[in-house]
């Protein structure tokens, strides 16, 4: 399957989130998994090249070979999710989710040196290896300001960066899973409603 690799797809706010939210309703059987077909980390890097040229300073995002790196992005994928999650829930990470982040950077970062300068992509603009700026991206989310910021969308159960002024936002997405949740209130407001009418 095809993945249109839309803007709200990048509503994590970070690279390492984005990549975490690749799987969809993550833990409920209809779940599935957007980067199953090694092709689309590619097309994903393509699209977070656009969407996330900020946090990598205009470099685009380069994947020399997908069957290759296909594994250790699902491990570094879910690395992040089992430690961010963690933390948002508790606090904290949970039992061995830091270790196996870092384990799991270490290899995305193993033989790509051109990361570096004022900022981690501060440099010639030449690409960067997906696997690279993915460990980059997770490792910028463990300082406390930043991790204190991570939320857990109640609609989608994405992970986001929450980056409003007063830290109170609810939502990965205000138009996509705002809007949901607005049309669930008021169509059960309108249902209530109606039953209490019936009941008169």
Known sequence: MTVHWTQHRFA??????????????????????????????VRFAAAASRHRSGELAERRLS??????????????REAIDSLFRSMVADGRPGPGALPRLLRAC????D????????????????????????????????SGERA??????PNCRWLFMDRSRNGSRLWCDMAVCGNRQKAKRHYRRRRATGEERRHE
């Open 12 to 41: 994590g706010g970070v690279l390492a989130l984005d990549t975490a939210n690749t799987v969809v309703l993550r833990g409920d059987p209809r779940g599935f998994d957007r980067l199953e077909d090694p092709s689309e980390i």
């Open 63 to 76: 994947v020399s070979d997908a069957e290759a790196i296909h594994p250790l992005v699902i491990e570094m």
């Open 106 to 109: 270490a290899e995305g970062l």
């Open 111 to 142: 033989g790509h040196d051109g990361i570096g300068g004022a900022g981690p992509f501060e440099g010639p603009g030449q690409g960067v290896a997906f696997e690279a700026a993915l460990a980059v991206s997770a490792l910028s989310l463990l």
């Open 148 to 153: 204190g910021r991570l939320r857990v969308c």
